[in-house]
């Protein structure tokens, strides 16, 4: 249907903004507001950002995917498909991009990324496409070279994408040895099998147990059986699956793993998981018997803590003996659960009917003894008195307490410390650590209503100060604690802290405070910088190195360096900056007349980092330090040449930094150089090329194969030239081997006579 003008556009501006409410705002931003003038006028003022919705699909690993239902494909390609939108965005936001890109779904997109981030590709990026379950994408990645990790896999396995565990499990791209190149042998199974057990995906579970159970059919050919034979006599964890896997270890690699299962698909709430794997007579009935009594306990309680009532009701008829019923009252107020107040009420009956029970065995025992009742303390504690001890013991410290209460992140966190008050718990003893426990996890609501009825200075306390330091500085919890304690309860110590535990936002926000709470009176002549004494020069250095290498914004550094007089780091700025961070750096230090250069081992530094587009900007402005000086071959770097694999599958590097990421540099660079060069430098370029191919000899096969494409057409007649050489060389060099006399060889008719 072709699209309306505006002659024959009937629909009200009023209209248009009812429609627009009624969808994705991506959609009215693409589609809707770019249907004709009128739409765009109704629109004007709204709808004028693309917002990239993304997730995070595993609670405990720092990687997010893109919702791919909303995601603007076409309208990232377009925009992200230049270099222009890159240069002012420093290396984490753009590495969180290629991320997103990698887990859409959408190719395009990722082939945007890919050309234009300047980013190195580490674990985390194929990880997202894993946890995306997007195999398109992570094949993409595997033919770039990108480095792999077991975490992909288990991300893979979390969220039930079953097919890019078979993928590589199966090996069906046998030359790039992925099963290697994710570090995934037999023994690893277990791992994969703990994440899908977190994340409920009993499908994922079956695949794996089925690797478990004996093949049906013996290997038909002769290669098979020879393959699984010398997996078997090597004990190679990363033997093939096609017929000749061992199924008993990976048998027994489950059942080894079944305690760790159970709990994860305890703590995550999985109950039909659970259910599964604790059936009496299921595949794991022998691996639970052989539970040791703590193990039992520990399974209870995370049951009790993180269940709903219905499961543990059901559990706690056969394990009650395990664990004690005030006990379990206290877990049930650790846990997250919703129903909380019920599973208290619920044990706290069965506490009070089996208090009663031995009381009255007592008596009756001592009436038989001609004695009286009970006597003593204990005697006469009821149930609530008996929790009110459990739960102390819990909250003895703050670290102790942020351990073992992960409700402490749930909005109705007080109600449940209203609920042990109720019990008898004092006020006032367990509200330092609890405040604390709260600032350091981030919860500023319920720290809130926590000051709200508890002040720690009218108690004679002071912990506000330490709170932060303890693992903490979250911005909420900040500006609570500048609400209530003014902005000088921080200072230069608590800004340098925050940089140095990687709490980016709160760096900020704790600079931008200190620089409003301190400029008023205390500028110089010219009015720009703080004056000496407020902050040693040094601490503002170290808040900026700080800064700069965690990929903080221009406008941070600039602050940093013109308010608070922090020296610019620009290695540092290189790290995790962008272009324009660095152009900034470079222009500054140019107008002071100080060094603007950096060393090759320094470059190197950066591209091993992953920020390949600072490292090129670097180059390309000659601030290569000694002057006029090229980059060195990787292989003269110690810092990648040194690398030398340990063993058969310790290969040549894997990991968030890496000389794989140095070699992407070289090759951008030399490829680029390599087109423009005359065919008289041919020699020497094919020499420089032998000499990295074979730095990467114990590489993984997949970045190997990578390489080898990388190698420019012009040069592949003279690589094989100077090969050819290098193998005669070799052959000249090599001494003659002696010759062996030949033994005589003893027939049987010789040995009869």
Sequence with gaps: ????????????????????GRLHRNEVVTNLKLLNSKAAAALRGSYSTIRLEHRKPVPYRNVYIACAETWPGDAFARHWGRPEPWRSLPFPRRLRLLCLAASS??????????????????????????????LDAFLRLVSEGCDCAMAALEAAAHCGQLHVLQWVWEELEPGLQLRQAFDCGTDEL??????????GQGHVLTWLESLADPPTQPPTTAAAAAGAAGAAATGSKHSSNRGGLDHVRVRERLESSFFAMANQAA???RTGLLDRLLQPDGRYADAFEGLANYMVKELF????????????????????????????????????????REKCDCMLEKLAAALEEERAAAEAMGQQAGGGVLEGPEAQEGPAALVVRVARSYMRGWGQFAEHWPSKNVPDFMERMRYLTALGL???????????ALAATGNAVTLRQLLDMWNPAAAGRREHSEWQRKYGYHVPVLELLVERFGAGVFGLEDIIAAGESYRMPALQYLVNTWVQAHAAGQQDSSGSKIAAGSGGARGWGKALSCAAEQG??????????ERCGAAIDLAAVATGGSEDSIQWAVGTLRAARRDASLTADQVWRIAEFGNLAAAAWVLDHGLLSPRGRALPHPADCPCISAF????????????????VNCIRLWVARRAMAAAAAPAGSRAHQAKEWVRLEALVANGMPHQKAWLRRQRPQELQQAVAAYEEEEEKEKKKKKPAQPQQPQAKVKTRSSRRR
Excluded: N
């Design 105 to 134: 779904h959408h190719p395009p997109s990722l082939g945007a990324a890919l050309t234009h981030s300047g980013v190195g590709l580490a674990p985390a990026v194929i990880e997202a496409a894993a946890a995306a379950g997007d």
């Design 301 to 340: 309680l995370h049951i009790g803590s993180f269940c709903p009532l219905a499961t543990l009701q059901r559990y706690h008829a056969t394990w009650a003996p395990h664990v004690s019923e005030e006990e379990m009252v206290v877990v049930a107020l650790q846990g997250t659960t919703a129903d909380w």
């Design 190 to 199: 277990g791992h994969l099998a703990m994440s899908a057990c977190a994340g």
């Design 552 to 561: 903080a914004d221009l406008s941070l550094l600039r602050l940093l360096h």
């Design 644 to 659: 030398k694999p340990a063993g058969d599958y310790e290969c040549w590097t894997i990991g968030d930094r890496g000389p």
């Design 426 to 436: 004092p006020s006032g003893e367990w509200e330092p650590q609890v405040a604390t």
């Design 1 to 20: 249907m072709p699209l309306k003008t505006d002659d024959d556009f009937k629909l009200s501006p009023e209209l248009i903004e009812d429609i627009a």
């Design 267 to 269: 703590v995550h709430g």
